[in-house]
T-cell receptor
Framework: GAVVSQHPSWVICKSGTSVKIECRSLDFQATTMFWYRQFPKQSLMLMATSNEGSKATYEQGVEKDKFLINHASLTLSTLTVTSAHPEDSSFYIC????????????FGSGTQLSVL | KNQVEQSPQSLIILEGKNCTLQCNYTVSPFSNLRWYKQDTGRGPVSLTIMTFSENTKSNGRYTATLDADTKQSSLHITASQLSDSASYICVVSAQAGTALIFGKGTTLSVSS
């Protein structure tokens, strides 16, 4: 069945390095994918909408040069946290809609990023 | 301002008991309301999704209700199990195809 695979599940990196997170739709194609950030005991916050073949749409306050998004194929979107700092430590989640009106929205398993 | 408020923030119940979680929203225009279950350190998993015309929807031991007039929804969990321990998130879509508005979730702990 339709599944969204997110990798890695967790990553620890040094301050100043870059980290890439992958989000893949399995058994279905997704022209759009969503990237969220979640702090402990907080709701998911939409960071950006990834669009296959075109630029991502970023939410207000999200630095596009900091969070690089690439949606190179219909099944893969990547989020790269560039020059990571401790304040970037968070739980990052992607999702992909299975149908046009986003009613069937599948989430990845999330990536816990810890920046030392 | 479009908002989704959930209550209680956290809840502890004994295994086998029932519980009800609440969700109030001010999102307009309304398209649909979803309930997700999120285990710690995992992504959300869909439980139910309801449109304006639907009043109730069940998924196993989970039953969601929707009152579009009062803009309230509830999620009722019957005969709770330890595996029900998770965060339950209410999500409202303002208009089909647009971004979702997430509640902060209710953290449910089921103890034996």
């Amino acid at each position: 069945g339709a599944v969204v695979s997110q990798h890695p599940s967790w990553v620890i990196c040094k301050s100043g390095t870059s980290v890439k997170i992958e989000c893949r739709s399995l058994d279905f194609q997704a022209t759009t994918m969503f990237w969220y950030r979640q702090f402990p005991k907080q709701s998911l916050m939409l960071m950006a909408t990834s669009n296959e073949g075109s630029k991502a749409t970023y939410e207000q306050g999200v630095e596009k040069d900091k969070f690089l998004i690439n949606h190179a194929s219909l099944t893969l979107s990547t989020l790269t946290v560039t020059s990571a700092h401790p304040e970037d430590s968070s739980f990052y989640i992607c999702s992909a809609p299975f149908n046009l009106n986003n009613e069937k929205l599948f989430f990845g398993s999330g990536t816990q990023l810890s920046v030392l | 301002k479009n908002q989704v408020e959930q209550s209680p923030q956290s809840l502890i119940i004994l295994e086998g008991k029932n519980c009800t979680l609440q969700c109030n929203y001010t999102v307009s225009p309304f398209s649909n309301l979803r309930w997700y279950k999120q285990d710690t350190g995992r992504g959300p998993v869909s439980l139910t999704i309801m449109t304006f015309s639907e009043n109730t929807k069940s998924n196993g031991r989970y039953t969601a209700t929707l009152d579009a007039d009062t803009k309230q929804s509830s999620l009722h969990i019957t005969a709770s199990q330890l595996s029900d321990s998770a965060s339950y998130i209410c999500v409202v879509s303002a208009q089909a195809g647009t971004a979702l508005i997430f509640g902060k979730g209710t953290t449910l702990s089921v103890s034996s």
